[in-house]
């Protein structure tokens, strides 16, 4: 069964950093793509970044280019993205989503984390 | 403002089928396939449909996509009051090289 678990949210002032992580296991991490989705609250979904298998492509939204790091370590079946500069829009539920194959065009999200929330406020 | 376009909210009253609309561009809906999530209240995204009209196993055939052109769509049948969801359509968009969602449509069973 797969299981994604996402730690490392919280209550940061604005310009302030956090990592999140994404602990995932029930697949061979390695051959797949992750993604990060992002909700804030009472809105709709908003992809955020995704890493090829490989950890060699990564892929931002516009919005968070610069700010957003997304990385992987695949001996450890973890999933990571490094915010910093974080503003009061970056308030939101942070998903860890899992990729149905290694790279990321025609694939789709298959597997969702239960979420991590960031809360950006002085 | 999303990139794809979706209607708010939609409402059927138990056994109807209701249909909602998920519209793109040439960049995203009209070059790659279409995927819905079903969000129920509290929970997290659940993949509803993949590649246009598959369904992952464990969805009822209730549930069934299609896309044409620039435009897909979700339609249920047989409505249940455990479908009240919000639905999200998404794809890969190629100009923006990224997903993109649609603004989710909350789905009211009367």
């Known amino acids: 069964e797969v299981q994604l678990l996402e730690s490392g949210g919280g209550l940061v002032q604005p310009g302030g950093s956090l990592r999140l992580s994404c602990a995932a296991s029930g697949f061979t991490f390695s051959s797949y793509a992750m993604s990060w989705v992002r909700q804030a609250p009472g809105k709709g979904l908003e992809w955020v970044s995704a890493?090829?298998?490989?950890?060699?492509?990564?892929f931002y939204v516009d919005s968070v280019e610069g700010r957003f790091t997304i990385s992987r370590d695949n001996s450890k079946n973890t999933l990571y993205l490094q915010i910093n500069s974080l503003r009061a829009e970056d308030t939101a539920v942070y998903y860890c989503a899992k990729t149905s194959g290694f790279g990321v065009v025609g694939y789709f999200f298959d597997n969702w984390g239960q979420g991590t929330l960031v809360t950006v406020s002085s | 403002q999303s990139v794809l376009t979706q209607p708010p909210s939609a409402s059927g009253t138990p056994g109807q089928r209701v249909t909602i609309s998920c519209s793109g561009s040439?960049?995203?809906?009209?070059?790659?396939?279409v995927n819905w999530y079903q969000q129920l209240p509290g929970t997290a995204p659940k993949l509803l449909i993949y590649?246009?009209?598959q369904r992952p196993s464990g969805v009822p055939d209730r549930f069934s996509g299609s896309k044409s052109g620039t435009s897909a769509s979700l339609a249920i049948s047989g409505l249940q009051s455990d479908d009240e969801a919000d639905y999200y359509c998404?794809?890969?968009?190629?100009?923006?090289?990224?997903?993109?969602f649609g603004g989710g449509t909350k789905l009211t069973v009367l």
């Open positions: 040439s960049s995203n809906i009209g070059s790659n396939t």
């Open positions: 998404a794809a890969w968009d190629d100009s923006l090289n990224g997903w993109v």
């Open positions: 890493i090829s298998g490989s950890g060699g492509s990564t």
């Open positions: 590649s246009n009209s």
